[in-house]
């Protein structure tokens, strides 16, 4: 595929996802958070754009391009981390659409699942570095190589350890982790229903934030589950599931929306696998 199609859909991807609205928890183009703001997300969606047109022409090198594309994203807004976990997942995306000669999910996601298969010790060294690069905000402590912790790199050279092996590890207990080592699972199977919803609705702004909820109310965030625990994980799935089971009505959308800004909870990690999904379901045709 061209690799221009392949990076203007991914950025389209970012720039429709933050704006949806309401999308519970999280930026959306009605409010920012405090350090963080709606343009900071649009500034970033703008600045990737290189990198994944080179990701787009690339068969190897995952953990570079994260890199750079962290860096990428930083540099032209002061909001700090708004895409680095869309990242994790566009760029061996798009590195898998580059190497397809036309659009066949089928066959962009067996890619996909080679790429990361495939990954390097590089590439586990320079996701490594991209982590402080994004400025991500690490709240726990987790059991082992910790991307905090310098010593880190040395055990992974030591150890000889893949980005990949390193995701497994990962999995038991971050969902974008999880999603690069299940083979984009999650991402393919909402990239189909956005392009449902939005057939139905004739809304690509409602296909976005019904099927935000329905991933959230199936699926425990990342994001929520390590800043406020196991419990409120759980109350925010449920509560998702209560909506998604009355039929999405906007006025408990809305409702549910300012509970989680007012107690700060942003599912980021829900967010970021819809933009790998709305980039699939756009390479595939989807249109606004």
């Not at 061996?92 to 659409?97: F, I, K, T």
């Given at each position: 595929?061209?690799?221009?199609?392949?990076?203007?859909?991914?950025?389209?991807?970012?720039?429709?996802?933050?704006?949806?609205?309401?999308?519970?928890?999280?930026?959306?183009r009605t409010h920012d958070?405090?350090?963080?703001?709606?343009?900071?997300?649009?500034?970033?969606?703008?600045?990737?754009?290189?990198?994944?047109?080179?990701?787009?022409?690339?068969?190897?090198?995952?953990?570079?391009?994260?890199?750079?594309?962290?860096?990428?994203?930083?540099?032209?807004?002061?909001?700090?981390?708004?895409?680095?976990?869309?990242?994790?997942?566009?760029?061996?995306?798009?590195?898998?659409?580059?190497?397809?000669?036309?659009?066949?999910?089928?066959?962009?996601?067996?890619?996909?699942?080679?790429?990361?298969r495939n990954t390097s010790?590089?590439?586990?060294?320079?996701?490594?570095?991209?982590?402080?690069?994004?400025?991500?905000?690490?709240?726990?402590?987790?059991?082992?190589?910790?991307?905090?912790?310098?010593?880190?790199?040395?055990?992974?050279?030591?150890?000889?350890?893949?980005?990949?092996?390193?995701?497994?590890?990962?999995?038991?207990?971050?969902?974008?982790?999880?999603?690069?080592?299940?083979?984009?699972?999650?991402?393919?199977?909402?990239?189909?229903?956005?392009?449902?919803?939005?057939?139905?609705?004739?809304?690509?702004?409602?296909a976005i934030t019904h099927?935000?909820?329905?991933?959230?109310?199936?699926?425990?965030?990342?994001?929520?589950?390590?800043?406020?625990?196991?419990?409120?994980?759980?109350?925010?799935?449920?509560?998702?599931?209560?909506?998604?089971?009355?039929?999405?009505?906007?006025?408990?959308?809305?409702?549910?929306?300012?509970?989680?800004?007012?107690?700060?909870?942003?599912?980021?990690?829900?967010?970021?696998?819809?933009?790998?999904?709305?980039?699939?379901?756009?390479?595939?045709?989807?249109?606004?």
């Amino acid at each position: 595929m061209e690799k221009e199609y392949i990076a203007r859909s991914a950025q389209l991807a970012l720039l429709l996802e933050v704006s949806a609205y309401p999308k519970p928890g999280n930026v959306d183009r009605t409010h920012d958070f405090i350090d963080t703001s709606y343009e900071h997300f649009l500034a970033s969606s703008v600045a990737v754009y290189p990198v994944l047109r080179e990701a787009a022409a690339r068969r190897e090198g995952v953990g570079e391009l994260i890199r750079r594309g962290a860096e990428e994203s930083v540099a032209w807004q002061s909001g700090g981390n708004t895409h680095f976990g869309a990242l994790l997942l566009l760029i061996p995306l798009a590195m898998a659409a580059g190497a397809c000669a036309s659009y066949d999910m089928d066959a962009i996601k067996r890619k996909a699942k080679e790429i990361m298969r495939n990954t390097s010790v590089d590439d586990a060294i320079e996701v490594y570095r991209a982590f402080p690069k994004a400025k991500v905000k690490v709240r726990r402590a987790v059991p082992e190589l910790d991307v905090m912790d310098e010593g880190s790199l040395k055990e992974i050279r030591d150890k000889k350890l893949s980005l990949y092996e390193i995701l497994t590890i990962s999995a038991s207990y971050d969902l974008i982790s999880l999603e690069l080592v299940e083979g984009f699972e999650k991402t393919f199977r909402y990239a189909s229903l956005i392009k449902d919803f939005a057939e139905e609705k004739k809304s690509i702004n409602d296909a976005i934030t019904h099927a935000y909820l329905r991933l959230l109310s199936e699926e425990g965030d990342t994001f929520v589950k390590m800043k406020f625990g196991t419990e409120k994980s759980k109350y925010v799935k449920e509560q998702a599931k209560v909506i998604v089971n009355g039929g999405y009505k906007l006025k408990e959308i809305e409702e549910f929306d300012k509970e989680l800004i007012i107690e700060g909870i942003n599912p980021g990690s829900t967010a970021d696998i819809m933009a790998a999904a709305l980039f699939i379901a756009i390479l595939g045709g989807l249109r606004v």
